[in-house]
Every structure is written in structure tokens, then in C-alpha cells.
């Protein structure tokens, strides 16, 4: 069975969470708190798992990736029904882009350690910290927004009728604006796009409120 170390609230793993419930694969869920204890995810054990000490990590068999978007890529070669990424080159490139909008442009300046950065090391107050954040999230939303408002492929999902890598990676980037109150206004067909794949169960069940490691 495939072993999914993961975090309830982490949107890197919720993005291979919906993934993996799309195609239909049983898991393990493996919870690693990041904030119990200092971060289980800096402990040496599972530094071991992940050196980079970052989660989400998966174990399929003696093989172990980490970094969700590459997890997910793998996912698609190795378990290709249904696929995440549509057969054509331009749609597939189409679907990365999205996906990276998310994934590097937006996450990685939001995590959890770049926030306790912010307020540790450069002492920020929260009042600044949350300004950082949501003047990042809504930008960054606004471009993925341009990028899927009127475009032709567009459609029930961000790309077509059937949700793929983008989707995997929109969904915990709204839930994770919505928690820390960022604007949406002016991203209304992401906003669409949301609720349509928060009705298929695979998104459901990927949810932070549905993990075991829930709090």
C-alpha cells in the first residue's frame, strides 16, 4: 500500500490527497504535526524519510518522493487512470502553469515557516504577518484568475469537464485564503471552479476536517 506522510492542514499534502482519491488509490496516512513539539517534520526521523524535512512525502513500495507537484506527476505515470493531465502538449503545459501559479508563486512565500520567520526572526507583529499573507494570496489568486477567466479551455474545471493537476492545487490554495480571511471578490471563476470540485467526494474526503490527524 501506498504510505502518504502528511499534515491535515498542509496544502502541499492535500494537493496529493485529492490526487490520489482521483485515481481511485488506497493509502496510509501517515501524520507528522508541524507544530507539535517543535515540528515533528524537523525531527531526525523523519529527516530521514525527507531531508529536506518537508511535507508532504510518499512511499510507494522501496521507491520515497517528496515535493507534492513532482508526488502527483508520478502518480499520473505510474497509475495513468484517470489521468491528471490531459493527453494534448499545449493543455498539458496549460495545466502546469496553473499548477505553478499555485504551487511556486503563491505557497512559498505563505508557508509556515516563512510566517514564523516573519514574527521570529524579524519580529513582525501579526497584524503584519497577515498582511503579508493576504497581500500575497489575493495576487497571486488575481493572475490564476486571469489566466482561467474567459480562456476557451476553461470549463467545468480549470481545464475542461474533468479536474487535473490545476484543480489538485486550486482547492487547498482557497481553503487556506478562506481560513486566514483573504479577499475572493475578485476571483470569481476560481471561486466557481472551488465549489465545483468541493462536490466530488475525492475532494471531500481530502479535506482538512475529514483527515484523521484533524484538530
Not at 496516512?29 to 531531508?51: F, S
Not at 506527476?73 to 484517470?82: K, Q, R, S, V
Not at 476553461?154 to 487556506?176: I, K, S, W
Request: glycine content about 4%; proline content about 7%.
Amino acid at each position: 500500500m501506498l504510505k502518504l506522510y502528511t499534515y491535515f492542514r498542509s496544502s502541499a499534502a492535500y494537493r496529493v490527497r485529492i490526487a490520489l482519491n482521483l485515481k481511485n488509490l488506497a493509502y496510509e496516512a501517515i501524520p507528522v504535526h508541524l507544530v507539535k513539539d517543535g515540528g515533528e517534520h524537523l525531527k531526525e526521523d523523519y529527516r530521514r524519510v525527507n531531508p529536506a524535512g518537508a511535507i508532504p512525502a510518499l512511499a510507494d513500495r522501496d521507491l520515497t518522493l517528496s515535493q507534492s507537484l513532482a508526488i502527483m506527476e508520478y502518480l499520473d505515470e505510474a497509475y495513468p487512470y484517470p489521468p491528471l493531465l490531459p493527453p494534448d502538449p499545449a493543455a498539458r503545459a496549460r495545466v502546469r502553469a496553473i499548477a505553478l501559479d499555485i504551487a511556486c508563486e503563491i505557497h512559498p512565500i505563505n508557508n509556515l515557516r516563512v510566517l514564523k520567520y516573519l514574527t521570529g526572526q524579524l519580529g513582525l507583529s501579526e497584524e503584519q504577518k497577515m498582511a503579508w499573507y493576504r497581500h500575497w494570496v489575493e495576487l497571486g489568486l488575481a493572475a490564476v484568475e486571469a489566466r482561467l477567466a474567459g480562456h476557451s479551455a476553461t470549463g467545468r474545471f480549470c481545464h475542461g469537464e474533468h479536474p487535473t493537476l490545476a484543480d489538485c492545487c486550486l482547492v487547498p490554495q482557497v481553503f487556506n485564503a478562506r481560513r486566514f480571511a483573504c479577499r475572493l471578490d475578485h476571483v470569481p471563476t476560481v471561486v466557481r471552479i472551488d465549489a465545483e470540485c468541493r462536490t466530488l467526494p475525492a475532494f471531500a474526503a481530502a479535506a482538512p476536517e475529514n483527515q484523521p490527524d484533524a484538530e
